[in-house]
């Protein structure tokens, strides 16, 4: 059962791409007469090769094509393979803490220059923009000041996008569907901030735990409250529990969420519609952009662009409520700066005016751009890479298949398909239907017989061997049961 229209298919594309007629000794090219009454195999001087699949297709009173083999070739891997499902969260985990190694420094001056200048520890500056942060953290801390909190920024963009970017796809294929091709903006939007939430929400301590270490530092041009002094990631948490309550490590999990939304609603938005562009838009043909890693990072360098340009102002709150002192009051934690992530937002305007919003925008795109290059690229040889090893393992199986197929009616002698073979194998196939058995004799079966081999250009004495049976098999197109005579 099963074994449908491979053997057709291998014939009519052959057929249908000729030019010119095959020749069987003399001049003479076979032709299916089509009339309602007969569909004999015949001879006829010259004529197009495209009758005589057409007349074999008309009507399609021959069942055993269909019913010969089972797949044309291996099995197609679908479009969305390693972007959504359980691949794709992975995927989208593994790239973008594999980026943070690299980027993780600018990320340390991001912090540190939204905290300068804050009214509530000092109101100290001492960096003039995001490369003289790096150079002083750098010659007053070494190369450990630059990485500081690089274990906790691993292991948030591997856990926090695991869900964030992973359930992008999912989350939009239910809202627009897998049946349209191109979802509209506001629906990417809205698959974007749910799958931002989702992320914010699940990991708000390590976003915590990452600000702090980030922040700490002994040097003298350390900025922001440094009262918070951990010995590694796993002791925040054991710090941050014991002294501040377990609650304390979803401090800030409001404006964390409003954050991702932002980020993640504008990020995947713009870089799911320029990838379409560059690579569907006939506008942007003349660009040249093809499926790769240098349009997944073109596409990226937009995409943080927006990222930061929408985030930006929730992130140095963020950022404030996050790395502020706090105190207990009737039992409950109370930050000593800021009371709430509006009473932070409304001391940041009145003490330091609008403009501080935007502190660390440089530092910021400098870390998030080259970081959502990496990570993007990372994710696209990761999922161009699954979808690889899944075309070859559906080439394996169906050679496997194949070859099954074709050893039990191959010859033993010469180990090809011979005239003989191919009857066997079409009248074996159809006797597995009964329906198609009572309509189907052994000389309609021998005419098909004919059929193909004069569609591989090949007389009834004639035989062929695995890699033809094979190469035509897998390189025939479908064509239709109706086709007209």
Not at 107 to 132: H, I, P, T
Not at 188 to 199: N, P, T, Y
Not at 431 to 452: P, W
């Amino acid at each position: 059962g099963g074994q449908s229209a491979m053997l057709m298919h291998a014939s009519s594309s052959l057929l249908l791409s000729s030019s010119s007629p095959p020749h069987l000794g003399s001049s003479l090219t076979p032709h299916l007469s089509c009339s309602s009454s007969s569909r004999a195999l015949a001879f006829r001087p010259r004529e197009p090769s495209r009758v005589v699949i057409a007349s074999a297709l008309e009507g399609r009173g021959s069942r055993s094509f269909e019913k010969f083999i089972g797949r044309t070739r291996p099995d197609k891997v679908p479009d969305n393979y390693g972007r959504g499902g359980w691949y794709g969260m992975v995927f989208s985990g593994l790239g973008p803490a594999g980026a943070a190694v690299f980027t993780n420094p600018f990320d340390v001056a991001k912090v540190r220059m939204q905290l300068q200048g804050e009214a509530s520890s000092g109101g100290k500056k001492v960096y003039k923009n995001v490369f003289d942060c790096i150079i002083k953290t750098l010659q007053s801390e070494g190369l450990e000041g630059t990485q500081r909190g690089l274990t906790a920024a691993i292991i948030r963009e591997g856990s926090k996008n695991f869900f964030r970017i992973g359930l992008f796809e999912p989350v939009l294929d239910q809202l627009h569907g897998t049946e349209h091709k191109t979802a509209p903006v506001w629906k990417r939007l809205v698959a974007g901030g749910i799958s931002g939430a989702v992320g914010a929400m699940i990991c708000n301590p390590i976003e915590i735990v990452k600000t702090r270490l980030q922040a700490s530092s002994v040097a003298a041009t350390s900025v922001g409250y440094q009262g918070y002094k951990y010995k590694g990631f796993l002791d925040s948490f054991r710090v941050i529990t014991r002294q501040e309550g377990a609650s304390a490590l979803w401090l800030g999990t409001g404006i964390s969420t409003i954050r991702s939304i932002l980020a993640t609603s504008a990020n995947m938005t713009v870089n799911s519609i320029s990838k379409e562009k560059l690579l569907h838009d006939p506008h942007y043909a003349h660009l040249g952009f093809k499926p790769g890693a240098i349009t997944d990072g073109v596409c990226a360098m937009f995409s943080g662009l927006a990222c930061v340009a929408a985030n930006n102002p929730a992130d140095v709150i963020r950022t404030r409520l996050y790395n502020q002192p706090f105190k207990i009051v009737n039992g409950k934690r109370v930050g000593e700066y800021y009371p709430s992530t509006l009473g932070c937002a409304m001391s940041i305007l009145r003490s330091e005016g609008p403009l501080a919003f935007w502190k660390g925008f440089t530092g910021h795109y400098l870390r998030t751009g080259p970081h959502y290059i990496v990570c993007f690229v990372f994710i696209g040889y990761l999922q161009r890479g699954a979808r690889y090893l899944k075309e070859q393992d559906n080439r394996r199986r169906w050679e496997s298949e194949m070859n099954t197929l074709f050893v039990k009616y191959a010859d033993h002698d010469t180990k090809t398909w011979t005239f003989e073979s191919i009857q066997n194998a079409m009248l074996s196939a159809v006797e597995e239907d009964s329906q198609i058995k009572r309509t189907q004799s052994k000389e309609r079966i021998r005419k098909d017989a004919e059929i193909f081999l004069i569609s591989l250009h090949k007389t009834p004495s004639d035989s062929i061997n695995f890699e033809e049976f094979k190469q035509v098999s897998e390189q025939s197109p479908h064509v239709p049961a109706d086709l007209p005579c």
